[in-house]
């Protein structure tokens, strides 16, 4: 596609819920990342693929959350027993590569998950 | 471990104003900065960027230049424009932040005719 594309772009789950959160990103771009924006901060990193294998999860804040990018492509954000703290923005963002010297990262939009 | 600290805002400026948004970083190692700006409903977008001591990005009239010896990166425009109303984030990645970024709190600029 053009761009980095986030579905859905709102969800609202109850206090205890499964959350999936979908990211497609730009055509060839082996190098996907998710990043959690909460209100007045800046993006915060979460997981970071390179292909299908997570090189970085440091990020995740604990054992509720998951992703998976089975095929090298399209990513899955999976949250557990999902919690009021968890409301935030979720970002993905794409490259050809590890943010270093010649790629960017584009982002997409974001999916606004408000947990009640 | 690596930060960003940037100025807090709001910043609101009548146009053809002077603008700056000073950031600042704490690394390991020799990272790449940059400036992302996210408009109102938009996503975020690279504005520039700069990858080592001395260099300046630039963009849209916006500049930044990489300032080891006082860890900055301030972003500067000569003249904003109505059209420049939007939050601007520092970021840093590599200098031992391995393949994600670090962005500052960010900075709303609005900007009055």
């Known amino acids: 596609g053009a761009g980095v594309s986030q579905t859905p772009s709102n969800k609202v789950t109850e206090k205890g819920k499964y959350v999936e959160l979908r990211c497609d990103p730009i055509s060839g771009h082996t190098a996907l990342y998710w990043y959690r924006q909460s209100l007045g901060q800046g993006p915060e990193f979460l997981i970071y693929?390179?292909?299908?294998?997570?090189?970085?999860d440091s990020g995740l804040p604990n054992d509720r959350f998951f992703a998976v990018r089975p095929e090298g492509s399209v990513s899955t954000l999976k949250i557990q027993r999902t919690e009021r703290g968890d409301s935030a923005v979720y970002l993905c963002?794409?490259?050809?590569?590890?943010?270093?010297?010649?790629?960017?990262?584009?982002f997409g939009q974001g999916t606004r998950l408000t947990v009640v | 471990g690596n930060s960003v600290t940037q100025m807090e805002g709001p910043v609101t400026l009548s146009e053809e104003a002077f603008l700056t948004i000073n950031c600042t970083y704490t690394?390991?190692?020799?990272?790449?900065l940059f400036w992302y700006v996210q408009y109102p409903g938009e996503g975020l977008q690279l504005l520039l960027k700069?990858?080592?001591?001395?260099d300046k990005g630039s963009n849209k009239g916006f500049e930044a230049t990489y300032r080891k010896e006082t860890t900055s990166f301030h972003l500067e425009k000569g003249s904003v424009q109505v059209s420049d109303s939007a939050v601007y984030f520092c970021?840093?990645?590599?200098?031992?932040?391995?393949?994600?970024?670090?962005f500052g709190k960010g900075t709303k600029l609005s900007v009055k005719p």
């Open positions: 690394a390991t190692g020799y990272p790449s």
């Open positions: 970021a840093l990645s590599g200098g031992g932040s391995q393949g994600n970024l670090i």
């Open positions: 700069a990858t080592k001591a001395d």
């Open positions: 963002a794409s490259s050809f590569g590890p943010p270093d010297l010649n790629t960017e990262a584009f």
């Open positions: 693929f390179q292909g299908t294998g997570a090189a970085d």
